[in-house]
Nanobody, 121 residues
Framework: QVQLVESGGGLAQSGGSLRLSCAAS????????MGWYRQAPGKQRDLVAV???????NYADSVKGRFTISRDNAKNTVYLQMNSLKPEDTAVYYC???????????????WGQGTQVTVSS
């Protein structure tokens, strides 16, 4: 069983910063991609940023230059540093781990439970 546990969400003012963390635990051999998605009320869940095991990153246009994704492979943890926050960044942020290989050599994708980020103007 693999679990993703997010932390770091909360309330920030416009222009402020927050840092999200997501730790994967369980019988894990390796994780390919780790990423962050977000979902605002009444909207679909969209990609925010993703990072491969080798460190290659991809960002949504709306967060480029403001958000930075990073990971610690030894800790199976991914981070999202969010700077210059805007009210439109308000959403529930979900951690995603893709192509997780467990100790039984099964491969699956997993989601965290979500953490609320609210940016006030």
């Amino acid at each position: 069983q693999v679990q993703l546990v997010e932390s770091g969400g909360g309330l920030a003012q416009s222009g402020g910063s927050l840092r999200l963390s997501c730790a994967a635990s369980g019988s894990i051999l390796s994780i390919n991609d780790m990423g962050w998605y977000r979902q605002a009320p009444g909207k679909q869940r969209d990609l925010v940023a993703v990072i491969t095991r080798g460190g290659r990153t991809n960002y949504a246009d709306s967060v480029k230059g403001r958000f930075t994704i990073s990971r610690d492979n030894a800790k199976n943890t991914v981070y999202l540093q969010m700077n210059s926050l805007k009210p439109e960044d308000t959403a529930v942020y979900y951690c995603n781990a893709r192509n997780v290989v467990n100790t039984s050599f099964r491969v699956a994708d997993y989601w965290g439970q979500g953490t609320q980020v609210t940016v006030s103007s």
